[in-house]
C-alpha cells in the first residue's frame, strides 16, 4: 500500500489513551454468474458505468437491500467493471449523506451477475444484497437530529475552524464509547448522534456528516490504532488535511485535546505511549476500499506535516501576516467588492474585525484607504498602532 505510516511512542503529557478501536468493517460476498434470463416490464439501462454507479448510490441512500442495477449490453465485460461501478457509487460528491458516509454505513454486500433480454434486447443485470448499520427510517430520524445540531452549535456563518472545533468538542464531550458489541447503531452517526452511544466508526461518520454539510472538506481515515482497528477522520483548513481522533479524545477529556487537528509528524505527541498507524488489514483490491488504496490519495488530501496553528488577526493585518501592509488593503477591497456584487463574504469573522479598521461595523474602501495610509506611513518611519494612527488622521 502507498499510505504513509505513523507510529510513534512519545512520552507526552501523562495522559494515556484506552484502546478504543472497534472499526464494522463492511464484508463482501463473492460473485455468481448467471445465465442469460428473460424479463417483462420497463426498465430504464445505465448507458455508462458511472451512470450505473449513479443508480447504485440513490438505491443505497434509500437503505435498499435486494435490488439491481441494468446496463447495456457490452458495458461489462468483466469483474473490473463490476468493480468499478461498486467504487463509483461511493465516490465523494460534496452530498453529506455520499461518499464516505455511505461507504461506512454497510455492514456487508454481495452481488450476482446475469444477462437478460427484455423486448428482444439484451442487457446486463446485477442483483445486489447490502446490509447496513441503519434503517432508512433511523436515517429519516438522524436527519432531522442533524438540522438540530447545527442549530445547536451555531454552525452557521463560522469559519471552518470554528464549525471544526465546535463539532469535534460535541463529539468528545457529549458520545460515550459503547461497550454494548451487539448493536450496529454503535457503528454508526446515528449511534453517536441519537443514542449518544457508539464507537469509533460511528464518532468518525458523525463528524463527516456534520462537517461535510457545513461545507468542510471531511474524509474518514481507517487505520489502527495500538494495533486495533480504528478510524478517525481528517479535515481541511487553509488548503492542508490534519487528523481528528474524536474517540480517543473522548476518553480523556482533558482541558486541551490531545488529538485535535495534528499532522503527520505529531498526531500521537501529546498522548503516552499511543499511536496510530495508517496501515491496516482488508481485503486488498476491494472495490470498496478502492479509493484509501489509490497511488494519489494523498496528493488529493495533502495531510500537514504538523499541527494546525490558528492564525492571529491583528486590527489592519487581515492575513495574518504579522504585518499590515499592502496585500491586506487589496484583500479588505477584494471582500468589499464581493459584499457588494452580492457575492457574499469571504472573510471569517476574525478577518472581518481585523479589517474593519474605522470600527464602522461594517467593510468598505475607507477601510482599505486607511491601511494603505498606515503602511505609507509606517515605511516612511511612522511608529504606533493603526487604531492610533487613524483617530490622529480623523481630528
Known amino acids: ?210 462537517l461535510t454539510t457545513m461545507g468542510v472538506s471531511c474524509r474518514i481515515i481507517p487505520g489502527t490504532g495500538n494495533g486495533g482497528t480504528h478510524a478517525w477522520n481528517i479535515a481541511e483548513l487553509d488548503g492542508k488535511y490534519y487528523f481528528l481522533d474524536a474517540t480517543w479524545d473522548s476518553s480523556v477529556r482533558s482541558d486541551e485535546p490531545l488529538f485535535f487537528l495534528r499532522g503527520l509528524s505529531d498526531f500521537d505527541d501529546l498522548a503516552y505511549n499511543n499511536y496510530h498507524s495508517l496501515e491496516w488489514e482488508h481485503t486488498a483490491g476491494s472495490p470498496l476500499y478502492a479509493d484509501y488504496d489509490s497511488s494519489d490519495f494523498y496528493a488529493r488530501y495533502p495531510i500537514a506535516e504538523t499541527s494546525y496553528v490558528q492564525p492571529v488577526y491583528a486590527i489592519g493585518d487581515v492575513n495574518a501576516s504579522g504585518a499590515v501592509d499592502a496585500s491586506d488593503a487589496s484583500d479588505v477591497l477584494a471582500e468589499y467588492a464581493s459584499l457588494s456584487t452580492n457575492g457574499g463574504s469571504t472573510f471569517t469573522q476574525a478577518q472581518f474585525t481585523a479589517a474593519d479598521v474605522d470600527g464602522s461595523g461594517f467593510i468598505d474602501a475607507s477601510d482599505a484607504s486607511y491601511i494603505l495610509m498606515y503602511y505609507s506611513f509606517l515605511s516612511t518611519g511612522g511608529k504606533g498602532g493603526i487604531t492610533e494612527f487613524i483617530q490622529n488622521i480623523s481630528r
Open 1 to 210: 500500500m502507498n499510505f504513509l505510516r505513523i507510529k510513534k511512542i512519545i512520552a507526552g503529557t501523562a495522559a494515556s489513551v484506552l484502546m478504543l478501536f472497534a472499526a464494522g468493517v463492511p464484508t463482501a460476498f463473492a460473485q455468481v454468474s448467471a445465465d442469460v434470463i428473460s424479463v417483462t416490464g420497463e426498465k430504464t439501462a445505465a448507458d455508462t458505468l458511472s451512470a450505473a454507479a449513479d443508480d447504485m448510490r440513490e438505491k443505497m441512500k434509500q437503505r435498499q437491500e435486494n435490488f439491481s442495477v441494468d446496463l447495456e449490453s457490452g458495458l461489462v465485460r468483466s469483474k473490473a467493471d463490476i468493480e468499478a461501478i461498486i467504487t463509483g457509487s461511493f465516490a465523494e460528491t460534496g452530498d453529506p449523506k455520499e461518499g464516505d458516509y455511505l461507504r461506512w454505513s454497510l455492514e456487508s454486500y454481495g452481488y450476482s451477475s446475469s444477462g437478460y433480454t427484455e423486448n428482444g434486447v439484451r442487457g446486463y443485470r446485477i442483483n445486489f444484497t447490502v446490509t447496513y448499520n441503519t434503517t432508512a427510517q433511523q436515517e429519516a430520524e438522524l436527519d432531522a437530529e442533524i438540522e438540530r445540531l447545527i442549530d445547536e452549535l451555531d454552525l452557521k456563518g463560522k469559519s471552518n475552524y470554528e464549525i471544526i472545533r465546535r463539532v469535534y468538542n460535541y463529539a468528545v464531550y457529549n458520545i460515550s464509547y459503547s461497550e454494548d458489541l451487539s448493536s450496529r447503531l454503535i457503528f454508526s452517526a446515528y449511534g453517536a448522534a441519537v443514542n449518544k452511544d457508539a464507537v469509533c466508526q460511528g464518532f468518525a461518520q458523525l463528524i463527516y456528516r456534520l
